[in-house]
């Protein structure tokens, strides 16, 4: 960690080192975009941390925390036995009853507000073990009010060498630096006056330009920018890293706004949804694009990675820092797009209203009153499942309305509910009109056989571009449902132990060399 190895080192020390009566609470304080989280996952990720402490656990608590949500965080960290999610003061006894006896350290991340560590410092165990307590925060009086006397980190700017590392390791990462590009190179990382996500994110524009110009007119941006505000300086970069996008990767960079602020974002859902709403360049492989424009922003130093697959290749999770959140919503704001809950709608004349209809989440909506059919995504949770003509819960029902057929440019469809289920939710005949459809994910579903008919002089209904179908059951993994599916790459099944005749038409499988099961 450029430039902040030796807090690193203090704060290990101080953690692991002399025990108190009740645990050490260490705020690192400091502006947005100094570091405190990547310094606090330094810590949290060192070697000697892990070997000292027996429960490592960390929660993100933002601007407006959800109590209920950080102690889930927590618990899953603690290998806690079976818990009732639902209940708020259930989770925070379960917390310290999984907690107490062992020596723990807890990261908070992000807390803006006294009231914040109010209700959640009842829930550590105040016992002799040697834990810890590491927050961040911008915020001195929330410091002042948690911290251990004499614990706390204040983290302060970058000096010019510093800077200058910095700037250099993320615009040549593992290339040799042209002496043309140094001298421009120190002035550009001197103008960012020291702030650590300023420099990454200008140093990432300039990763991909190799050309002196580019950096000469970068390099004259940074500069005509004077104000003594570090707030305002960094905005200003911000954006200027953001109209150097190109409109497809502004688009997907502004998408992060409509998730919750300082959310981890599976990568796989982020890319459907991009996939969905029509965000991408029609391509026959969609999936390779969307990879392709997490890694641009990632490389930008605009969206940073959480989680990366065992062998390092693929992202598996994502987050954006709060500057840039605060960003996208500008962005958002400006571009006469705005967000209202999960639904991003476009109202200038020049885009098509098919092109920017929004990933939309169903909360209680009846499919009989989605307009136009435009919408391409439905996500929909447990406690708010899709309803039909009465209003019934479709889980219960088992049965999805014919309406969805109006839908008639949807691309993924989704509903979360319990896999242990016996019941099978039946599709309706009309779901193979949906013939833009690309991933359909259900509990345990029965899809009946493609109809015999033909749409679009002669070619008969089937989902061509279905990428994922699960979980599929296995009483109708008949003939015809299987060549309706022939372009799926991922498939799941869900075996019926009351049918021992299925997969009588299995054999059509064998001409799916590029499936995954």
């Known amino acids: 960690m450029i430039g902040r190895d030796d807090q690193r080192k203090r704060l290990v020390e101080d953690l692991t080192r002399s025990y108190s009566s009740k645990p050490k609470v260490i705020p690192i304080v400091g502006m947005g975009g100094i570091g405190k989280t990547t310094l606090a996952n330094e810590v949290y990720n060192d070697a000697c941390i892990h070997s000292h402490f027996d429960v490592c656990s960390w929660a993100t608590v933002s601007q407006q925390p959800n109590v209920k949500e ?128 300023t420099i990454a994110v200008v140093a990432g524009l300039l990763r991909s330009k190799r050309a002196i110009e580019d950096w000469e007119n970068v390099a004259k941006d940074v500069k005509s920018f004077v104000t003594n505000d570090v707030d305002e300086r960094c905005s200003h970069v911000l954006r200027l890293s953001y109209n150097h996008l190109t409109s497809d990767l502004k688009t997907c960079l502004l998408h992060f706004g409509i998730f919750p602020e300082d959310s981890e974002i599976p990568a796989k859902n982020l890319m459907r949804s991009w996939m969905a709403e029509g965000l991408l360049k029609l391509e026959n492989d969609l999936e390779g ?173 089937d989902f061509s571009n279905l990428q994922t179908i699960s979980y599929l059951s296995s009483r109708c993994c008949t003939k015809d449902v299987i060549l309706g599916i022939q372009n799926v790459k991922k498939l799941g099944i869900r075996q019926d132990v009351t049918d021992y005749g299925c997969y009588r038409d299995s054999r059509t499988l064998i001409s799916w060399s590029n499936l995954r099961c």
Request: charged fraction near 25%; charge should be positive.
């Open 289 to 461: 694009e969307a990879d392709k424009c997490l890694q641009e922003i990632v490389d930008r130093c605009l969206v940073l990675v959480c989680k990366k697959s065992l062998d390092g290749t693929k992202i598996r999770s994502c987050k954006v820092h709060d500057l840039i959140f605060d960003l996208c919503l500008r962005e958002v704001q400006r571009g006469n797009i705005f967000i209202m809950k999960d639904i991003v709608l476009d109202y200038s004349p020049c885009f098509s209203m098919q092109k920017m209809q929004p990933f939309k989440r169903v909360t209680g909506n009846k499919i009989y009153y989605c307009r136009y059919g435009l919408y391409r995504a439905l996500l929909t949770p447990v406690h708010h499942q899709l309803r039909d003509h009465d209003n019934s819960d479709l889980l219960k029902q088992t049965l999805i309305p014919p309406e969805i057929c109006r839908l008639w440019n949807l691309q993924t469809l989704i509903v979360k509910g319990n896999l242990e289920s016996s019941v099978d939710i039946k599709c309706p005949v009309q779901i193979w009109g949906l013939m833009q459809l690309r991933h359909l994910k259900l509990r345990t579903f029965y899809l009946p056989d493609c109809p015999s008919g033909s749409v679009d002089k002669g070619r008969h209904l």
């Open 70 to 197: 950080i102690l889930l965080s927590l618990l899953r960290s603690t290998k806690s036995d079976t818990f009732d999610m639902n209940d708020e003061a259930k989770l925070a006894d379960r917390l310290q009853k999984s907690l107490k006896g062992k020596r723990y350290l807890i990261v908070l991340d992000d807390m803006w507000k006294t009231e914040a560590w109010d209700a959640m410092r009842l829930c550590f165990p105040n016992e002799n073990k040697g834990s810890g307590i590491l927050l961040t925060t911008r915020n001195t009086e929330v410091a002042r009010d948690a911290g251990t006397e004499n614990f706390s980190l204040q983290m302060d700017l970058m000096g010019p060498d510093e800077s200058w590392n910095l700037f250099k390791s993320v615009a040549f990462a593992n290339e040799a630096l042209p002496s043309e590009f140094e001298t421009i190179g120190k002035q550009i990382a001197e103008k960012c006056h020291g702030l650590p996500l």
